[in-house]
């Protein structure tokens, strides 16, 4: 079992900029990927990023690319997203989810346990 509790959410401007973090417990020497999701009102939840636990594999979605910047602490057992330049569509709960095997990167399947996330909001 993996333990995830997400922090950072807010209200922030438009072209502000927002770190968020995720806090890992329990069986994290076997994670294998870590990522950030969203889910906007009314909408499904889609892929921000992810990072390898171990390898140094990163990716974006094309809507954040430039944007934002995940990054990890394996001695910390965290991830973090930095956000830049955020935009009303930015908007969402985000959420920190932990797959313990190769999977697909991009949908909500391919990860094992996910975090209750934390509230973006970002007001024009």
């Known amino acids: 079992q993996v333990q995830l509790v997400e922090s950072g959410g807010g209200l922030v401007q438009a072209g502000d900029s927002l770190t968020l973090s995720c806090a890992a417990s329990?069986?994290?020497?076997?994670?294998?990927?870590m990522a950030w999701f969203r889910q906007a009102p009314g909408k499904e939840r889609e892929f921000v990023a992810a990072i390898g636990w171990s390898a140094p594999s990163i990716y974006y979605a094309d809507s954040v690319k430039g944007r934002f910047t995940i990054s990890r602490d394996n001695a910390k057992n965290t991830v973090s997203l930095q956000m830049n330049s955020l935009k009303p569509e930015d908007t969402a709960v985000y959420y920190c989810?932990?797959?313990?095997?190769?999977?697909?990167?991009?949908?909500?399947?391919?990860?094992?346990?996910w975090g209750q996330g934390t509230r973006v909001t970002v007001s024009s």
């Open positions: 329990g069986r994290t020497f076997s994670i294998y990927r």
């Open positions: 989810a932990a797959a313990y095997r190769r999977g697909t990167v991009v949908v909500t399947g391919g990860y094992d346990y």
